[in-house]
């Protein structure tokens, strides 16, 4: 198994522009998170899909990050615009529902100029 | 409202000697708790858990305990090794109502010295 797929690994942008981060879970695994992880906040959960159904967005900025599963093996958040707070290391994790034990992928390291 | 709090953001240990890394929560309805580590450019990985019910857990060099009266965990590593230096996460859930969803800490930095 190849694990949480995520691209790109680095993305460096200007503020202003659209930025899309994938996400591929491991097969089988029906829930599928979005954290962001800055210095200040630790690892802060922004989004999650329980069967590719939004369950909770509470951790969501702002209205300018969107996230979507359109099936059981991708996901994408979208930032847009951008700005050079949105500057971090975002990962996406999988797992079982009602399960715990995580699988992170790689992480995308954003950084919007 | 940082519900999950790692109020040392670095340790330094030698070799050999025990790491204790520490973590305080403040929400009630938490009731399982873990611990993730972390690499650089790599994502958390799952490392060790427990339970509410529990008041310690053990695997090998990895202890967790719990204390629920004063809303405190902490991993005891020993004895310390130089690949144990990472960045260590406590992380929280609320089994009944919460999901699966995992409330992280903000991480405490590991350094194994020789």
């Known amino acids: 198994d190849a694990g949480v797929i995520q691209s790109p690994r680095h993305e460096v942008t200007e503020m202003g522009q659209e930025v899309t981060l994938r996400c591929k879970p491991i097969s089988g695994h029906n829930s599928l998170f979005w954290y962001r992880q800055t210095m200040m906040r630790g690892l802060e959960l922004l989004i999650y899909?329980?069967?590719?159904?939004?369950?909770?967005d509470s951790g969501m900025p702002e209205d300018r990050f969107s996230a979507k599963m359109p099936n059981a093996s991708f996901s994408t958040l979208k930032i847009q615009p951008s700005e050079p707070r949105d500057s971090a290391v975002y990962f996406c994790?999988?797992?079982?529902?009602?399960?715990?034990?995580?699988?992170f992928g790689s992480g995308t390291r954003l950084t919007v100029v | 409202d940082q519900q999950v709090k790692q109020n040392s953001p670095s340790l330094s240990v030698q070799e050999g000697r025990i790491s204790i890394l520490n973590c305080d929560y403040t929400?009630?309805?938490?009731?399982?708790f873990l611990w993730y580590k972390k690499y650089p450019a790599e994502g958390p990985t799952f490392l060790i858990s427990?339970?509410?019910?529990?008041d310690k857990n053990e695997d090998g060099r990895f202890t967790v305990f719990l204390n629920k009266s004063a809303k405190h965990l902490s991993l005891h590593i020993v004895p310390s090794q130089p690949g144990d230096s990472a960045v260590y996460f406590c992380a929280a859930s609320a089994l009944t109502g919460g999901g699966n969803k995992l409330t992280f800490g903000t991480g405490t930095q590991l350094k194994v010295e020789l």
């Open positions: 994790a999988s797992t079982m529902t009602a399960t715990y034990g995580y699988t």
């Open positions: 899909f329980n069967n590719n159904v939004p369950i909770d």
């Open positions: 427990i339970s509410s019910i529990k």
């Open positions: 929400n009630s309805m938490f009731d399982y």
